[in-house]
């Protein structure tokens, strides 16, 4: 599967962004998609993963009440809706699979074995 995200830029601390992640080469609807970041100087985190379906998520701890991650079957798109950005938050942002269509938590975290990764995309949020 081919994963190309877009949505990054400078924001202001306190403010939002929202990510997308458009997948082509395999049916979309049939495995799940999630997000990991990575700060300059650290290793990549997870951030955020959804079910196929749409049916479940699974956040990090850092993001919970902050991020919604969602995604559009008919549009083979997924979303990271970022809200409250912190300075923290800096990061190249990228999307990934896991060829399964339920999420497998261990895969997206900690082991981030993850089956394909998109490009990233830079988030910058000042103080």
């Known amino acids: 599967v081919q994963l190309q995200a877009s949505g990054g830029g400078l924001v202001q601390a306190g403010g939002s962004l929202r990510l997308s992640c458009a997948a082509s080469?395999?049916?979309?609807?049939?495995?799940?998609m999630g997000w990991f970041r990575q700060a300059p100087g650290k290793e990549r985190d997870f951030v955020a993963a959804?079910?196929?379906?749409?049916?479940?998520?699974y956040y990090a701890d850092s993001v919970k009440g902050r991020f919604t991650i969602s995604r559009d079957n008919a549009k083979n798109t997924v979303y990271l809706q970022m809200n409250s950005l912190e300075p923290e938050d800096t990061a190249v942002y990228y999307c990934?699979?896991?060829?399964?269509?339920?999420?497998?938590?261990?895969?997206?975290?900690?082991?981030?074995?993850?089956?394909?990764w998109g490009q990233g995309t830079l988030v910058t949020v000042s103080s």
């Open positions: 990934a699979a896991d060829y399964y269509p339920e999420i497998r938590s261990s895969i997206w975290y900690p082991l981030n074995r993850v089956d394909a």
């Open positions: 080469g395999r049916t979309f609807s049939t495995y799940t």
């Open positions: 959804i079910s196929a379906s749409g049916g479940s998520t």
